[in-house]
């Protein structure tokens, strides 16, 4: 098990030789949310045709998520994914991986480390053989080496990132914040990344809960701010999606992995606040806690929800990307393709629809 060394970023470079020429002569990074119904699993290819995995959707139903991935590769002109990140051990995350495997060659391996419930670990033990010695075991602050794009965690198993990035600080929005109560162990001890490109800042924080989100807001925002972020449990916010944090880092776009039935649109009445006298009203409904964050310019989902398919609480058609469920649905991904400058075009695979924004 090793950490990120000068030693990988240089065998990570020597891997840009096994890139077609279609993926290194985009100029662009791009970025593919690939629909795994509820699970997540994000592609980018960066300008130099290096490429990243982040989490490899579901197990079974004949190998879906790990076909659609990699027919996702395929499709961007790669040979081989150089770097896999698994967020954490659940099987929405990292279930796909051995099939994957079987399809296309996987270079290094990214993630918090050997701590899992008995349940997951069978999946971490999978991941391990899979693996081997190409595995890095991640923590906040650490960098992985992808050319051109600066990628780094933002927190893995242990604490957070100590010093603030993309212009964070103190936050106003602390002040009377709502606790809640930590999460199951597989949601506070995941892997968390920001990816920057220029002006243009990713973030992704996975399923990690409120209480985890609220030590990177609170007293301080760690992550300032972010320009695209996929918002954390598939849009299921009872136990994410801490005001705090989404007010601070002040995202232009929001992109749900959420499934027809998973995610977005859910209800979990286990979970509670923590009672605090003056604690601050929020938003329940969580499509309308995203939609009314100032600044917002555009919401993208993979499914629109069928848990909650109220109009009033779903995107714009034209930018979900899934609409149907079960047979009928096609697996439709949502794509972004960044320029050096900061625009940035998402598109809607299942229907051309295109919108282009330029990153603050």
């Known amino acids: 098990m090793k950490r990120v060394s000068t030693a990988v970023a240089f065998a990570a470079l020597m891997l840009t030789a096994s890139v077609p020429a279609s993926a290194q002569n985009n100029a662009n990074l791009q970025i593919i949310w690939i629909d795994v119904e509820g699970g997540a699993a994000t592609l980018f290819v960066s300008p130099s045709g290096q490429s990243l995995l982040f989490d490899t959707g579901y197990p079974g139903n004949g190998d879906r998520d790990a076909k659609r991935i990699f027919a996702a590769a395929q499709k961007a002109g790669l040979r081989q994914i150089d770097h896999v990140v698994i967020s954490h051990w659940h099987g929405d995350h990292v279930g796909g991986l051995e099939a994957l495997s079987k399809l296309i060659p996987l270079g290094r391996f990214y993630d918090h480390g050997d701590g899992v419930e008995t349940v997951d670990r069978p999946r971490l033990e999978g991941y391990k053989a899979i693996a081997g010695a190409k595995r890095t075991i991640l923590k906040a602050g650490d960098t992985i080496p992808f050319p051109g794009v600066q990628t780094r965690v933002l927190v893995s198993e242990g604490p ?172 439709h991904s949502i794509t972004a393709s960044v320029a050096a400058n900061g625009s940035f075009t998402m598109t809607n695979a299942r229907n051309g629809f295109t919108r282009t924004y330029m990153a603050k």
Not at 182 to 197: C, D, F, K, Q, W
Not at 256 to 274: C, E, F, Q, S
Request: contains cysteine.
């Open 160 to 331: 957070v990132i100590a010093t603030p990035i993309n212009g964070g600080g103190a936050n106003a929005l602390c002040t009377n914040a709502v606790r809640q109560a930590p999460a199951g162990p597989e949601n506070i001890r995941m892997v968390g990344l920001s990816v920057t490109y220029g002006n243009f800042k990713f973030a992704s924080l996975g399923d990690l809960d409120w209480s985890r989100e609220m030590e990177l807001a609170c007293p301080v925002n760690k992550l300032g701010a972010v320009t695209v972020y996929t918002i954390n449990r598939h849009g299921g916010l009872d136990n994410s999606g801490a005001p705090a944090l989404l007010g601070a880092i002040k995202p232009q776009v929001m992109v749900v992995n959420n499934g027809p039935r998973k995610g977005l649109g859910a209800k979990d009445d286990r979970v509670k606040p923590i009672a605090a006298p003056g604690s601050a009203p929020y938003e329940a409904n969580g499509y309308l806690r995203m939609a009314k964050l100032p600044g917002m310019e555009g919401i993208w989902q993979g499914h629109r929800s069928l848990l909650d398919s109220d109009p009033a609480h779903n995107t714009a058609p034209d930018m979900i990307a899934n609409l149907e469920e079960g047979p009928t649905d096609q697996g």
